[in-house]
């Protein structure tokens, strides 16, 4: 049974504060930000492509391994997980099957992006939507599958690269008035266009803001965003990132020394690394069993 709470997510954005959420692959990393302080986290449909396939994030990750993997994290944490369900994997009736596994794994929050299929990174070039009709049918068709109201709806829109700002102001509008719960208008590129967004919707509901490291919108703290007026700010991709900057060097220094000893201060050791997923309190744990 998962551990999350989806009702806490709901009053978290109530509150004045921006929620930063960073980005999370796996059961481990989830784990690490809750150690570090976080009351939340984003399941990031790219860092699953990034680390489950070695692939891009161009639409090769499946509705079943985004599930899979949404389980395992919230059977190990207890912290609202918002889940990247990029564009449902589908049509309307494929994002009613998306949103109730989804939520069956535990997700407070799952995103559906209004992209066509394959989707791609929101940062990259080439992207194509949908008509805005056909997303507000996907996104009602996710509000009826939910089971439970404060399993909240992100609606995100991607249209900005193709249609312009106007447009996707003009989407998020329309999205907002189907009922979701939040709004993601993908790669604004400028801090005038965050702010214009946030005069138009942060009154309304809540908004989130994404930092992508060398992406196409300013990279700004989630203070400098929280008072702007987003309630939510993701670092979806900083995680993989700074993990693949970390493996390279480790993995030349043990191609290069042929010993780990080098990198012996930038790791745990073995009984480190057990206290850290807590491995003792397992043992002791299993000897009520015996």
Not at 105 to 120: H, T
Not at 165 to 186: P, S
Not at 202 to 216: D, T
Request: overall charge negative.
């Amino acid at each position: 049974m998962s551990l999350a709470t989806p009702a806490s997510l709901k009053t978290r954005l109530a509150q004045p504060e921006a929620l930063l959420a960073p980005g999370v692959h796996d059961a481990m990393t989830a784990l690490l930000a809750v150690n570090a302080g976080f009351e939340a986290i984003y399941l990031s449909g790219a860092s699953i492509a990034y680390n489950r396939l070695g692939r891009s994030d161009v639409g090769l990750t499946t509705a079943t391994e985004v599930a899979d993997t949404l389980a395992r994290i919230t059977e190990r944490v207890e912290v609202p997980v918002i889940v990247d369900a990029d564009n449902g994997f589908g049509n309307a009736l494929n994002t009613m099957r998306t949103v109730r596994a989804f939520e069956r794994a535990g997700a407070s929050m799952i995103q559906l992006e209004d992209q066509s299929f394959p989707k791609r990174c929101g940062h990259l070039d080439g992207k194509t939507v949908i008509p805005a009709t056909e997303m507000c049918g996907k996104l009602s068709a996710a509000l009826d599958a939910r089971h439970s109201a404060d399993t909240l709806i992100l609606a995100r829109t991607d249209s900005l690269a193709i249609e312009g700002f106007d447009a996707a102001m003009a989407r998020a509008e329309a999205y907002l008035q189907c009922g979701v719960d939040a709004l993601f208008i993908e790669a604004l590129r400028t801090d005038e266009q965050m702010k214009q967004a946030c005069e138009l919707f942060a009154g309304r509901i809540p908004l989130l803001a994404n930092m992508v490291e060398g992406g196409k919108t300013p990279i700004r703290s989630s203070d400098e965003l929280g008072r702007l007026g987003f309630r939510i700010v993701i670092f979806p991709g900083g995680t993989t990132r700074a993990l693949t900057f970390a493996l390279q060097r480790y993995f030349a220094s043990l191609h290069t020394h042929r010993s780990t000893n080098p990198m012996r201060e930038q790791m745990l050791d073995f009984d480190q690394l057990n206290a850290l997923i807590g491995t003792p309190e397992l043992l002791e744990l299993g000897k009520r069993y015996e």
